[in-house]
């Protein structure tokens, strides 16, 4: 049986208000097996230090349009 993925019980408002606020998290390939994250935020793009395989950057995708969420609205935690 498969593991279920535990995330933020906001992670859809998280992606939805960063959709919204011009933050977009994407991947960008480094191999055919490895990819960095790219987060635009509103122009402004950073790059992933680390290289992430196939089963695990979109999991931190979510992580980190959760992490830019509650970075603009730290109240709603």
């Known amino acids: ?7 933020d019980e906001n992670y859809l408002k998280a992606i ?19 990819y960095y994250l790219e987060v635009n935020d509103n122009g402004k793009i950073i ?10 950057w ?6 980190l349009y959760t992490f830019y969420y509650y970075k603009h609205n730290p109240t709603d935690k």
Do not use: F, H, W
């Open 47 to 56: 790059r992933s230090p680390e290289a992430y395989g196939l089963k695990q």
């Open 16 to 34: 939805s208000y960063c959709m919204d606020n011009d933050i977009k998290i994407y991947p960008v390939p480094k191999s055919r097996k490895e």
């Open 1 to 7: 049986m498969a593991r279920k993925k535990m995330y």
């Open 58 to 63: 979109s999991d931190k995708i979510v992580e």
